[in-house]
């Protein structure tokens, strides 16, 4: 299977911009890609037989927090937002004020003053086949008619249907994002 444009692109801002977080960072996070494209490739190392499903769909609108408890860890913002298409459920999203860097344009560069934040979180689909776990890396833009943003998001793991699951999930979009991927779950023999 052939990598994709989306992946490419997601895949290169998430690089370039995590460099703005940290270099250790980008490095992790770059490792984590490449192993992903190698996967999708066919190049991978592993043997182990996987089923591999393509991920699309829409997700909505966000119900902020102020903070919240996740497997015994405090964040600081957690967000869930509703799911549909090939996945159907909630997407819950944690993160702390360290996995993100805001940088802002200052008044007249640009015709109009706007901010960018560059954001890790972790992630939690929750769907009645299982949980699926991820790590998310994103570029957020805030301007006068709303917050537009680009993600990537390495799975991780998952519980249920989705356990060992590992892929990718890409979105883009603004009040409402459209989602496109892969998850793959072990077979067994």
Same mark, same amino acid.
């Given at each position: 299977m +052939?990598l994709?444009k989306?992946?490419?692109?997601c895949?290169?801002?998430?690089?370039?911009?995590?460099?703005?977080?940290s270099?250790?960072?980008?490095? !992790?996070?770059? !490792?984590?890609?490449?192993?992903a494209g190698? !996967?999708a490739?066919?190049q991978g190392g592993?043997?182990?037989a996987?089923?591999?499903?393509?991920?699309?769909?829409?997700?909505?609108?966000?119900?902020?927090?102020?903070?919240c408890?996740? &497997?015994g860890h405090? @964040?600081e913002?957690? *967000?869930?937002?509703?799911?549909?298409?090939?996945?159907?459920?909630?997407l819950? @999203?944690?993160t702390q004020? &360290?996995?993100? +860097?805001?940088f802002?344009?200052?008044?007249?560069?640009l015709?109009?003053s706007?901010?960018?934040?560059? *954001?890790?979180a972790?992630?939690v689909?929750?769907?009645?086949?299982g949980?699926?776990?991820?790590?998310?890396n994103?570029?957020w833009?805030?301007a006068a008619?709303g917050?537009?943003?680009?993600?990537?998001?390495?799975?991780?793991?998952g519980?249920?249907?989705?356990?060992?699951a590992?892929?990718?999930?890409?979105?883009?979009?603004?009040d409402? *994002?459209?989602?496109?991927? &892969?998850?793959c779950?072990p077979?067994?023999?």
């Amino acid at each position: 299977m +052939r990598l994709n444009k989306t992946v490419i692109i997601c895949a290169a801002i998430v690089v370039i911009l995590s460099l703005a977080v940290s270099p250790a960072f980008a490095q !992790r996070n770059f !490792r984590l890609i490449s192993a992903a494209g190698d !996967r999708a490739s066919g190049q991978g190392g592993s043997d182990a037989a996987v089923s591999c499903k393509p991920v699309h769909g829409f997700i909505g609108s966000f119900n902020s927090l102020e903070s919240c408890v996740h &497997e015994g860890h405090f @964040y600081e913002w957690c *967000a869930d937002f509703p799911v549909w298409g090939t996945l159907n459920g909630t997407l819950w @999203y944690y993160t702390q004020p &360290e996995m993100n +860097r805001e940088f802002d344009v200052p008044e007249g560069m640009l015709a109009e003053s706007w901010s960018f934040v560059v *954001a890790s979180a972790v992630v939690v689909y929750h769907t009645k086949k299982g949980k699926i776990f991820a790590q998310d890396n994103a570029l957020w833009h805030s301007a006068a008619l709303g917050p537009e943003f680009a993600e990537f998001e390495q799975i991780t793991g998952g519980t249920g249907q989705y356990e060992g699951a590992t892929g990718w999930i890409a979105m883009a979009g603004g009040d409402v *994002a459209i989602m496109t991927g &892969e998850i793959c779950t072990p077979v067994e023999n």
